[in-house]
């Protein structure tokens, strides 16, 4: 039952993300998340999770698949999905579309009312040549 509650919320943020939803994106987060993007500073916290993801989406529109290839509970109030993701990113305005390839990790959190949210979030650049199998578009 719970490793398809941690499940869930991947779906979710693959949903929120490619619909632009940065209130929904954000909703699937710790009060106090720390949000850890490769090249960037850290983020802590609701707020400035959804301004900078807000930004993104104001320059993007995401096309993205997260594929779980680990998923498991670690304790009773805390779990962890690693997932492959790829997809691109289309230009709002002018510019190429950017080819994505990374791995994310997602430390969840169970909260007070049952629901699991994501308090830890960080992930990392792949280079093109370890690009996971799939039978998605890409």
Known sequence: MTESMLRQVIVDYQRNINAGDAQGYVSLFTDDVVWMPPNAPDRVGKSEVFKAQSTAFSKFKFN????????RQLSG?????????????IP????????????????MARQLDDIWRIARHMWNNKPQENAPKTDGPW
């Open 64 to 71: 993205i698949e997260l594929i779980p290839t680990e998923v």
């Open 77 to 89: 109030d805390w779990g962890l999905v690693v997932c492959s993701v790829r997809g691109v990113l």
């Open 92 to 107: 709002r305005g002018e510019g190429e579309v950017v080819q994505i390839l990374f791995r994310a990790v997602f430390v």
